[in-house]
């Protein structure tokens, strides 16, 4: 108990820091950042922001090294090109499609935990995972299946290239900036630019076949994919007869890229923060459980009309998401002079919302506002804090993510397969120190420690 209570006491002073942290962070970018910027945390004023028309406030321009990483696709694209995307891209993530993925997304989950069963001591019956990487495979898979559907194999491949151009990518970030070198022929440059023509390659030859394809796949009735709808787009052109630029391979890359990108990892820290939260808090952990017996079984994929009805799981990924928002800020910039909030805001100010400050703001949250107690969900989201925009970890307005119902389906089928077989708890190596590298990450990992709650038992499947 004495330690439960020291390691809580440590996460809290550790959380703080993070916190003063972004909010120092925000100073620094107001006083020397090339344009002006401000950051807003008034759950009023955020709201505002947020929901307001796009001629007054758009995403902001994004660095050309985080372009590379992110892709030009919807996170990064802005006027009529992004609405013409987003109504392309949009059904996807409706509930009736997603609804087809579950038991794809169920049997990656159930395959990874039968391996950390084959992994275990004999003599204890327990294993280490560092869940933090374990739980980037069900990710990158559920990702994969949302982009490529029924070309699932030859979408792997190519998120495979993507993931060596990434972390090219991604080592040039943390290095410092300098204007022009990215067209420096480098060895990792050269690299980058040959990894980037073999996925343009790949999807040319995907997209070839699939283009014979989509007549049929329309009348099978196959869950519809981003590569499926783009190309269907771009040979229907605009809706309506709307005049919009068609979709090209080039469009098709891009959203790719920024779907690897904005669903991957963001779900993969979802789901380990959430296995930290309860590793640390065992009575939330074994509330959530029986939960989960009761609704969907010891052993059975759970289905959709079984994860609407864990209602502890909803609350404890959602107490998960307040503290440990996978994306700490969202920006936004003014597209002209604006009042707001009284302020006179120039065109071109950049303004940020940091959503983790928001999150454990004390006045919107009440004393407890960094503790975890999932119970402030018990009665929904909106009734959650004083304000209700007071818990935004997918933004809100037009712009909101677009991925929420495919991130938190994934996250409650995961968690339930986990809890349905495995006890767990934080191995001693485990050292709180959430850090933001782009996400909020675990910095030193998060090794837990699982016992298989029957080691003789074999899951069913139900696929
Ligand atoms: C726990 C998981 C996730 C979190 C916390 C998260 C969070 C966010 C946030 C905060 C934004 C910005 C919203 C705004 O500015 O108002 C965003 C945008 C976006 N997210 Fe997610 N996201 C998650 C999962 C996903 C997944 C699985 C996808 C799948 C492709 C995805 C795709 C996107 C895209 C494309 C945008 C840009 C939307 C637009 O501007 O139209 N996200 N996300």
Not at 288 to 298: D, I, K, N, P, T
Not at 422 to 433: D, I, M, N
Not at 435 to 463: C, E, K, N
Request: proline share 6%.
């Amino acid at each position: 108990m004495g330690s439960v209570a020291n390691r809580t006491e440590r996460r809290e002073k550790s959380d703080r820091q993070l916190i003063l942290l972004l909010l120092t962070g925000s100073t620094f970018l107001i006083w020397f950042g090339p344009t002006p910027r401000l950051a807003v945390a008034d759950p009023d004023l955020i709201r505002e922001i947020l929901l307001s028309r796009a001629e007054h406030f758009d995403r902001y321009e994004s660095h050309p090294m985080v372009r590379q990483l992110e892709g030009e696709g919807l996170v990064s694209l802005r006027g009529e090109k992004w609405a013409h995307h987003r109504r392309v891209l949009a059904p996807t993530f409706h509930m009736e499609n997603l609804k087809m993925l579950l038991p794809f997304i169920g049997k990656t989950v159930v395959d990874m935990a039968e391996k950390w069963v084959t992994m275990a001591d004999p003599a204890s019956g327990e294993v280490e995972i560092d869940v933090s990487e374990w739980f980037q495979i069900v990710t990158e898979d559920a990702i994969t299946r949302t982009a490529f559907g029924r070309s699932y194999e030859d979408g792997k491949a190519v998120f495979k290239l993507q993931t060596q151009l990434m972390a090219f990518a991604s080592e040039a970030f943390r290095k410092v900036f300098i204007p022009g070198y990215r067209f420096l022929p480098t060895k990792k440059n050269t690299s980058s630019w040959k990894l980037d023509k073999e996925i343009r390659k790949n999807l040319v030859t995907l997209i070839g076949r699939r283009q014979e394809a989509t007549d049929d796949e329309r009348l099978q009735g196959c869950a519809k994919d981003l590569l499926g709808l783009m190309i269907n787009a771009s040979s229907n052109g605009g809706r309506r007869g709307q005049p919009v630029s068609p979709i090209t391979v080039n469009d098709i890359v891009e959203e790719c890229k920024t779907f690897f990108f904005a669903g991957k990892q963001t779900t993969s820290n979802l789901l380990t923060w959430t296995t930290v939260v309860l590793a640390m808090h065992p009575e939330w952990q074994e509330r959530a459980r029986q939960e989960v017996l009761e609704v969907c079984g010891a052993h059975d994929i759970p289905c959709r009309e079984q994860l609407a009805k864990l209602k502890t799981v909803s609350m404890i990924l959602n107490e998960t998401l307040r503290l440990y928002p996978p994306a700490v800020a969202t920006v936004r910039r003014a597209k002209s002079d604006v009042v707001l909030g009284g302020y006179h805001i120039p065109r071109d100010t950049e303004l940020l919302i940091p959503i983790m400050a928001v999150h454990h703001d004390a006045r919107l949250w009440g004393p407890d506002a960094t503790q975890f107690n999932p119970a402030r969900f018990a009665d929904g989201v909106a009734r959650a804090a004083k304000h209700p925009t007071a818990f935004i970890p997918f933004g809100l307005g037009a712009r909101m993510c677009i991925g929420q119902n495919l991130a938190l389906l994934e996250a409650k089928l995961t968690v339930a397969i986990i809890l349905q077989r495995f006890e767990f708890r934080l191995s001693p190596k485990y050292v709180h120190a959430p850090t933001v590298l782009m996400l909020l990450h675990p910095q030193y990992g998060a090794p837990v420690i699982f016992r298989s709650r029957s080691s003789s038992q074999t899951p069913d499947r139900h696929v």
